[in-house]
């Protein structure tokens, strides 16, 4: 798999607002994969790949399951109008998709492959930071899956991590604390 280097590639003709700078995983460290705009037109076919890729996933559940596939009301979360979307895309293709809607409530699915290589938590990074640049003063994630590591994940992030009961959480965002810790 090739490495994309963000300083060869041509500067883009869009708006800047339209597409956001890289975000990496860890500060310095390069990664196989961009964070980009999900909805630029040229992404439109690999997103609908993508979303068939996780459809197409087999579904596990309980404690056994170390890669559960994504519930359907996720991808319809990822793929709503009023949303922002930003992607993990390798080679032209997405491995990750993020979204921020207009409540602050943001979410993240990762193709199977791409799973526990940093994919999600450079897209949690620049949707929160999205979401800082466009006013959003909390910021909300909710996990009925992988709560394990979806917490470590908050947490490394500087995330409030509330236990839902169940096996669920949420990670909280919140502007005041961001500010009191930087």
Not at 6 to 32: C, D, E, G, K, R
Not at 80 to 95: P, Y
């Amino acid at each position: 798999m090739a490495v994309l280097d963000p300083s060869s590639l041509p500067t883009p003709s869009l708006p800047p607002a339209f597409l956001p700078t890289p975000f990496l995983p860890t500060p310095f460290l390069p990664t196989p994969f961009l964070v980009v705009a999900a909805d630029h037109p040229s992404l439109i076919a690999a997103r609908e790949r993508f979303v068939a890729t996780l459809r197409a996933e087999q579904r596990f559940f309980g404690r056994a399951s170390a890669n559960p596939k994504p519930f359907p009301s996720l991808i319809a979360k990822l793929l709503a109008d009023d949303s922002l979307r930003l992607a993990a895309a390798v080679d032209g293709e997405i491995v990750g998709l993020g979204c921020l809607r207009p409540d602050g409530e943001a979410a993240v699915a990762v193709v199977e492959e791409w799973r526990g290589r940093g994919v999600a938590t450079a897209l949690v990074r620049a949707v929160t930071v999205r979401g800082r640049q466009l006013g959003h003063g909390r910021i909300f994630i909710r996990s009925s899956h992988r709560s394990g590591a979806v917490a470590a994940m908050g947490e490394a992030l500087g995330a409030t991590v509330v236990d839902l009961g169940r096996g669920r959480i949420e990670l909280i965002f919140d502007a005041e604390s961001d500010a009191r810790s930087a």
